[in-house]
């Protein structure tokens, strides 16, 4: 009986784990292989670096797709605040594994760049490089949806693109990670491209040593701007300004509270941990207090990205500690 119940928490749990996230690592390791046959065939650097940068992408969803699983997993009396933060030290990993991938990445470049190959089977890797635009394209919509129904942002049509952008920085790490890597990746697959019909049409063969080259330079830039994301993450960040507005604006609904003291919300992943101090009206009993105050948790966790809220209460002092959000 215990196992049938471990196997349905377990399964839950998956059922939980960031979806675009497993899309780009079944999608990326298809595309892996595809590229690594290509590659082999035409000698094509350009394609090359094309095939590491979906390796690296394929392993590095796999890490965060079992991060996701974990960090969903409920509080223990050991880490009450929960497992939020686990996604951000997968993440962490996939960063090594993009670092590895993009030196190699630019060393392969630089050796084409100075000892040219001959490239063959132009249509063959045209071919590939399509099919990774479209793979790739489907995936990057697909995140660029997820992070706004992560953030709660309606978006439709060409709206998606630059709504996802505005709101990415709300949305879970995992997500983060599959949004930048997929950017780099239809980049990545423009440029071999490029690289492609240029060293077949014309003798400037070294154009295929400087994409490699730019597609390592690009993976480096997704490593640090993915380490920078998840390190913050582990040291705890802040709630950006809308989420602790949203919760100033529900803990305001409740009539006799006059205003915050002081708040802070701390994200974990895409999870949040309220703290706050309110001022109540003056004269209210302890047991009319103790009521609104638990009436104001309730409603905050109604929201599914608060996990837990710790709320204080005084007597109104007199003085404006929370300006709204108007007068900011």
């Keep these: 009986m215990e196992s049938k119940v471990e196997r349905l928490g377990l399964l839950a749990l998956i059922k939980k784990g960031n979806k675009s996230s497993a899309i780009a690592m ?23 670096a094309s095939a590491m940068h979906s390796l690296a992408d394929a392993i590095n969803q796999g890490f965060v797709f079992v991060g996701s699983i974990l960090s969903e997993k409920r509080p223990t009396p050991r880490f009450p605040t929960g497992f939020g933060r686990v996604i951000n030290l997968f993440c962490m990993v996939a960063v090594i594994v993009v670092t590895i991938m993009a030196y190699e990445t630019i060393h392969e470049g630089w050796h084409l760049f100075n000892h040219p190959a001959e490239s063959e089977g132009i249509w063959l890797n045209i071919g590939v490089l399509i099919i990774n635009l479209i793979v790739d394209g489907f995936i990057l919509i697909k995140a ?69 080259i730019l597609i390592g330079l690009l993976m480096f830039g997704v490593a640090f701007r993915v380490g920078y994301d998840n390190m913050i993450g582990l040291i705890g960040v802040s709630a950006p300004k809308e989420v602790a507005d949203k919760v100033s604006q529900i803990i305001f609904s409740e009539p006799l509270v006059t205003d915050i003291y002081q708040m802070r919300i701390l994200q974990e992943g895409r999870y949040y941990h309220v703290e706050a101090l309110m001022e109540l009206k003056a004269g209210l009993s302890l047991a009319d207090a103790d009521d609104i105050k638990f009436k104001v948790r309730d409603k905050l966790l109604l929201d599914t990205d608060i996990t837990d809220a710790t709320l204080g209460i005084i007597e109104d002092d007199g003085v404006k500690s929370w300006l709204p959000i108007d007068k900011r």
Excluded: C, W
Excluded at 26 to 48: D, E, R, T, V
Excluded at 204 to 212: A, E, I, N, P, S
């Design 144 to 212: 660029m949806k997820e992070i706004l129904h992560e953030a709660k942002v309606e978006a439709h049509g060409f709206k998606i693109a630059p709504a996802a952008f505005k709101n990415v920085g709300r949305s879970a790490p995992a997500t983060r990670l599959v949004f930048y890597e997929d950017i780099v990746a239809v980049t990545g697959a423009l440029l071999a491209m490029i690289a492609v019909i240029v060293v077949y049409f014309t003798t400037f063969d070294r154009m295929d040593g400087l994409v490699t």
């Design 26 to 48: 079944i999608g990326n390791a298809i595309i892996a292989a595809i590229k690594a046959f290509a590659a082999a065939f035409s000698g094509s650097g350009a394609m090359f």
